[in-house]
């Protein structure tokens, strides 16, 4: 996967992953085996071509910066009131 494949399936990856977590309650974060489901249900793979595993998801999730799906609802919340100062 070349460079620009690679970005333009991080973004589908993470919007996936937004709605995802949009979607679910306030103060309970979906599990790893529902996101990793919902990813490959909608035929995403990892930028190696696989398909998502567990843990895949939560280094990925650690490779770009965020300290698992906590780390993620955490920074769409604070992008989100952030957002309103912009």
Not at 3 to 14: A, E
Not at 20 to 36: A, D, R, T
Not at 43 to 63: C, D, E, I, P, V
Request: no cysteine; proline share 1%.
């Amino acid at each position: 996967m070349n460079t620009q494949h690679r970005i333009d399936n991080d973004k589908l990856v993470f919007k996936a992953l937004v709605l995802k977590l949009n979607e679910s309650h306030k103060y309970k974060n979906p599990s790893y085996q529902y996101l990793v489901n919902h990813l490959n249900n909608i035929n995403l793979k990892t930028s190696w071509g696989n398909a998502w595993t567990r843990k895949s998801l939560f280094r990925y999730l650690q490779r770009n910066g965020f300290s698992g799906v906590w780390g993620l609802r955490n920074s769409l919340e604070q992008y989100s009131k952030l957002a309103k100062f912009l």
